[in-house]
């Protein structure tokens, strides 16, 4: 499964799919960010962090186990990437 988000909250973070271009406008702006995302490529991933002037966490998870505290995050943000997230079925 590959996941792509970014966290904005108190601890200001944003799910955001991608290379981090959300992210990075979001840091722009004044928020605290952290990108979350499955990939650490540097051109399509986490790893691209590096090719932005607006600093922003980043952190390499998975949806279904994301390493964040409960209610650190004020707002979630999924860009593009919901359909990385499995689908599960109930009664």
């Given at each position: 499964?590959?996941?792509r ?47 932005y002037?607006?600093?922003f ?35």
């Amino acid at each position: 499964m590959r996941s792509r988000a970014a966290a904005v909250g108190s601890e200001s973070s944003t799910w955001v799919r991608g290379n981090g271009w959300l992210s990075n406008r979001l840091s722009e702006r004044g928020h605290t960010v952290t990108a979350i995302d499955l990939s650490d490529d540097p051109f399509d991933g986490l790893g691209a962090a590096r090719h932005y002037n607006a600093p922003f966490k980043t952190l390499l998870a998975e949806f279904d186990h994301l390493p964040l505290a409960d209610k650190s995050v004020d707002l979630a943000i999924f860009n593009a990437s919901l359909h990385y997230r499995p689908i599960t079925c109930g009664p």
